[in-house]
Structures are given as structure tokens and as C-alpha cells.
């Protein structure tokens, strides 16, 4: 994800990082191209190109610009949901923490063991849920957090992040039966368990359950055959400006749609998808500053941006 500060209006109509514009831009080539073809052909060949009534395009651009909104707020919404469960993440993952630090015994080597142990499992969940969303393989990193048990377990699982519940849950159960906690700790400490599992089934739900394909494919249809008949309905009324004025209104529609695109899945590597790895990040260096664990390396961003 990029997080760019107030800067110079100026600045802002060149800004490339973080913009559509390297997507759309070789299309966006194409239909001014194409402008400039059926603008010459006008008036070489009057016969054969025939302007179209520039009222239709009206009409036919208010309903694009309803559809393309609709499309934007049905992507906007996964977005933000997306947004609002890595949010709640961390703020359930501190609260473990602090009640495993605080309520689970820490006299002997081994509680120590315990709770470290426990940490451990809340921050390899963390960055599981982070690779299992983005389609990784490469788990390898939760290693030193884990055991090699756990670990080798693990990767035998499909659901990882749920296997690693399913191991935290085992562990305060575990601390209850030898008489660590009480059973009204025990519901406390399960009680952000279950926030985790809600955390997970909700990210499984935004990456499994897409925007219906029917609605690209119409978006996509529409906003492709506007932009490319517009010139014959602005070719009479605009003359040898209208590829700049096709340009631009396309750059509007062309753009809208390259956004919808790219946020209706919010969890992926893109400029403006949520910045998962820099937040798993946060939360493993928390957590690891409150537990007095080694801290990681810190994910120094620049000035400008964070990229993830």
C-alpha cells in the first residue's frame, strides 16, 4: 500500500507511483491515436465517416458514471472491510498478549517457556494469515517463533492460521488444567481467541466471495466501447481538439474501472492493496517489545511512501 503526505498540488498531476495511469496508459494511447485517425478520415473520406449524435453520449455516460459508481462502492466496501478486520487484528493480538503476559504464571524457566511460547503462536498467526490471503507458500519465516513440531505440523495444514489457533487454544487450555489459571481467566484469553477466529473467517469470506464476474464484464464493455465511439460523436462539434477531450474523459472512465479492479481485492501486492506486511510487521515488533523477545529488523519506510 502507498501512504503519500500532503505535497504540492503541482506535484500531484506527475505522481506515477500509486496511480492507474501505468495501467491504462497504453489504451489510453490507443484511443488517442484512434481520435486522431477518425478526425483525418473525416475529412478525407466524409462519405465514409458518419458523426453520431453527440446527445446519445450523454445520456449513455450519466448511466456509466451510476454503473462505474456502484462498481467503485461494492469494491470500496470489501476494501474497507478488509481495512477494518487487519485493524481489529491488532488491537485483539496486544490484548492476548498482555493477558498472557500478565495472567499466565512466569516464576519458573518453564512458564517463561509458556509464554513465550503463546507469543510465539500469536505472531506466526499474524503473518500466516498474511501469506495464506496472498496465495505464498514460503511460511518459512514463522519458524522462529515456532516449534519444529508446531512448524512441521503446520505445513501439512491447508488452513494454517486456523491450525495455529487451534495450538494457542490447546495451549491456555492446557495452563487451565494444570491449575496456571482459573476457568474465568481461561474465557477472558478465549474470548480474543474467538476475535482472531471472526479476524480470519472474515478475510476468507472478502478473498472467497467475489464482486459477481457480470459486473466487470459489463463495466469493462461499456466504458471500452464509449471511449472508442466517442470520437465520431464529438468529431463536428469539437474539431481538431477533440482527441485531447476523448483522452481525457476516457482517463476518467478507464481509470475508475483500473481502480475498481484493483480494490475490490484488497489483499493482494498491488500499489494500493492494504499494506499487510508493513501491519504484521507492527505487530510482531509490539509484541516483541512488550514480551521481551529479540527484536525483528524495523521496516524502515520512506519518506514519501509505504510499499508493500
Known amino acids: 500500500m502507498i501512504v503519500r503526505e500532503k505535497t504540492h498540488v503541482l506535484k500531484m498531476l506527475f505522481v506515477w507511483k500509486g496511480s492507474v495511469l501505468y495501467k491504462i496508459g497504453p489504451t489510453l494511447l490507443g484511443v488517442f491515436t484512434f481520435s486522431w485517425i477518425v478526425y483525418f478520415a473525416r475529412y478525407m473520406f466524409p462519405q465514409v465517416i458518419i458523426p453520431l449524435n453527440v446527445g446519445a453520449f450523454t445520456l449513455i455516460g450519466i448511466s456509466l458514471a451510476i454503473f462505474l459508481g456502484f462498481c467503485n462502492s461494492a469494491a470500496y466496501d470489501r476494501f474497507w472491510e478488509g481495512r477494518k478486520a487487519w485493524g481489529s487484528l491488532v488491537i485483539h493480538t496486544r490484548s492476548i498478549a498482555f493477558q498472557i503476559l500478565n495472567f499466565l504464571p512466569n516464576h519458573t524457566q518453564s512458564d517463561r517457556q509458556t509464554q513465550k511460547q503463546a507469543i510465539g503462536l500469536v505472531i506466526s498467526f499474524c503473518y500466516a494469515l498474511n ?178
Not at 499487510?276 to 509490539?286: R, T, V
Open 131 to 308: 501469506y495464506q490471503l496472498r496465495g505464498k507458500e514460503d511460511f518459512s519465516y514463522t519458524q522462529k517463533y515456532l516449534t519444529p513440531q508446531v512448524y512441521q505440523n503446520m505445513m501439512q495444514k491447508r488452513f494454517k492460521p486456523a491450525y495455529l489457533l487451534h495450538e494457542l487454544t490447546q495451549l491456555i487450555a492446557s495452563c487451565q488444567r494444570q491449575g496456571k489459571i482459573d476457568t474465568i481467566t481461561q474465557a477472558r484469553i478465549d474470548q480474543n481467541i474467538e476475535e482472531l477466529s471472526i479476524i480470519l473467517g472474515t478475510c476468507e469470506r472478502i478473498i472467497h466471495t467475489k464482486i459477481p464476474f457480470v459486473y466487470f464484464v459489463m463495466l469493462h464493455r461499456t466504458v471500452y466501447i464509449y471511449c472508442f465511439l466517442l470520437p465520431f460523436g464529438l468529431i463536428d462539434l469539437i474539431v481538431w481538439t477533440m482527441p485531447f477531450i476523448v483522452t481525457f474523459v476516457a482517463y476518467t472512465f478507464l481509470g475508475l474501472d483500473s481502480v475498481v479492479d484493483e480494490i475490490a481485492e484488497p489483499f493482494g501486492e498491488e500499489p494500493n492493496d492494504l499494506a499487510l506486511d508493513q501491519m504484521c510487521a507492527n505487530i510482531e515488533h509490539s509484541l516483541c517489545e512488550i514480551s521481551d523477545l529479540p527484536l525483528p529488523r524495523p521496516v524502515v519506510a520512506n519518506a514519501n511512501y509505504i510499499v508493500n
